[in-house]
């Protein structure tokens, strides 16, 4: 199982950039997915996910209204569309798997996760 995420780069604040998480080895209309960052001496943090089938999302409350996660089933893709990025969004980005039953809204913890990907590195310049 590989999942790897991509998308990442250099932008300043207030713009936008769509990270993309695809797998091989697995299909993504099985696992829901989820999305963590980590800034450096930070703890890894959660900041998205989308069930199994799409219909339920969560956010950490600093992206609320900011960012979008969403999936295709057909392309085996979940993306995350960052907008109106601030530089406390500068950090490495992961994806991971679960497949646990989640009705969304709550924030979930990195154990409830299955497989991770590497990350991606987002930087915001201020």
């Known amino acids: 199982v590989q999942l790897q995420a991509s998308g990442g780069g250099l932008v300043q604040a207030r713009d936008s950039l769509r990270l993309s998480c695809t797998a091989s080895?697995?299909?993504?209309?099985?696992?829901?997915v989820g999305w963590f960052r980590q800034a450096p001496r930070k703890e890894r943090e959660f900041v998205a996910a989308?069930?199994?089938?799409?219909?339920?999302?969560g956010y950490v409350d600093s992206v609320k209204g900011r960012f979008t996660i969403s999936k295709d089933n057909a392309k085996n893709t979940v993306y995350l569309q960052m907008n109106s990025l601030e530089p406390d969004d500068t950090a490495v980005y992961f994806c991971?798997?679960?497949?646990?039953?989640?009705?969304?809204?709550?924030?979930?913890?990195?154990?409830?996760?299955?497989?991770w990907g590497q990350g991606t590195q987002v930087t915001v310049s201020s």
């Open positions: 989308i069930s199994r089938d799409g219909s339920a999302t």
């Open positions: 991971a798997v679960f497949s646990r039953p989640w009705g969304g809204s709550t924030v979930m913890r990195a154990h409830e996760f299955n497989f």
């Open positions: 080895g697995l299909t993504f209309r099985n696992y829901g």
